[in-house]
């Protein structure tokens, strides 16, 4: 455990802002959390894994337990499967790659993504096609009130789009591990993902592995996201919103060109790119925080933002986008 004070946030978010916090608390070891717990004021306790869907709009005086803890095994299998544990601290797609090289299968959809194994089952990040929750069984958890180990079951998990139990309820528990199911069939892929599909017949791909999905995977990414190293960003800013059926065939009435896709009967998710795009805002820059010029969906920091200057931007985008379609967006980062 190693404490740190009044430095600055800047390398821990990937929006590169600066933000200075009283008291960063490192965890390199589970064993030390309740230890952490037990030194502080409960009330005050932010937690932060790789940063990378954080915006930090001030200085922070709460603490930051800044969860780095590795490690990763098999903890069962058998000739079809394999159960993998990990813990919370490891960066998620170094783990997409481990499971690769094991040809171990069904997270090859979510390579590219940022940040923390520790924020998955939080946000249920998903890309392509793929959710975690397609692939988790368990998740392991500390309740901060009363310092108990908590073990979480899929269904547990309560997940929804960009949304879990553990968001939900923000800051009442801290991810140790997840365990997740992994196929040993890898030619068993998902490439239902509109985008996919099309790097399948363009690359003339008969018989696609899960080796070549990740890489078909990384291309569209690199070509339609920023690369957090060289331009600051979070990756998507907003979630897409999804409407009831009513709400959505009266908006696609007016707009027949809308993206959409349907849920189920009741639900139908539409592109929240598409509505930042026809109020005009990709591309756009206003004090240094930028909609990028691929994806309207980003909000990138060119250099000079502050949290703020971004919070703004993204205020405006809502606001405009309300205006026209009344449609409220949702962001999907963590805003402090």
Not at 141 to 165: G, P
Not at 300 to 322: C, F, M, P
């Amino acid at each position: 455990m190693i404490i740190s004070q009044n430095i600055d946030l800047k390398r821990f978010n990937s929006f590169c802002i600066s933000a200075k916090v009283r008291n960063m608390i490192t965890i390199n070891d589970d064993k030390l959390i309740t230890q952490a717990l037990s030194s502080i004021d409960l009330e005050e306790l932010i937690i932060l894994g790789g940063g990378s869907n954080t915006l930090f709009t001030k200085d922070i005086y709460e603490n930051i337990l800044f969860i780095n803890t590795s490690g990763i095994e098999i903890i069962k299998e058998d000739k079809h499967n394999a159960w993998v544990k990990i813990n919370a601290g490891e960066n998620w797609d170094y783990v997409v790659e481990w499971a690769l090289d094991r040809d171990l299968g069904g997270i090859e959809n979510l390579s590219l993504i940022p940040g923390k194994v520790g924020a998955a089952p939080i946000q249920n990040i998903g890309a392509y096609g793929s959710e975690i929750k397609d692939l988790l069984e368990e998740v392991q958890a500390i309740e901060i009130k009363s310092c108990q180990k908590k073990t979480f079951s899929n269904a547990e998990c309560q997940f929804s789009y960009r949304n879990s139990i553990f968001k939900e309820k923000k800051n009442q528990y801290i991810i140790l591990s997840i365990t997740i199911k992994l196929s040993r069939n890898k030619h068993k892929i998902n490439s239902s993902y509109q985008d996919i599909k099309a790097e399948i017949s363009k690359n003339n791909i008969s018989k696609p592995s899960i080796r070549d999905i990740s890489n078909l995977v990384k291309k569209i990414r690199r070509q339609k996201l920023p690369n957090p190293d060289k331009l600051a960003n979070a990756g998507s800013f907003f979630k897409n919103p999804i409407l009831c059926s009513s709400s959505f065939e009266a908006v696609h009435k007016l707009y027949p060109d809308i993206p959409h896709f349907y849920l189920d009967e009741s639900n139908v998710k539409i592109s929240a790119a598409w509505l930042i795009e026809q109020c005009q805002w990709k591309g756009k820059s206003i004090n240094g925080a930028s909609v990028h010029n691929r994806q309207a969906l980003v909000i990138v920091n060119n250099g000079n933002a502050s949290g703020r200057n971004i919070l703004e931007l993204s205020q405006k985008i809502k606001k405009t986008v309300i205006d026209k379609f009344n449609i409220k967006l949702e962001e999907e980062i963590n805003i402090l």
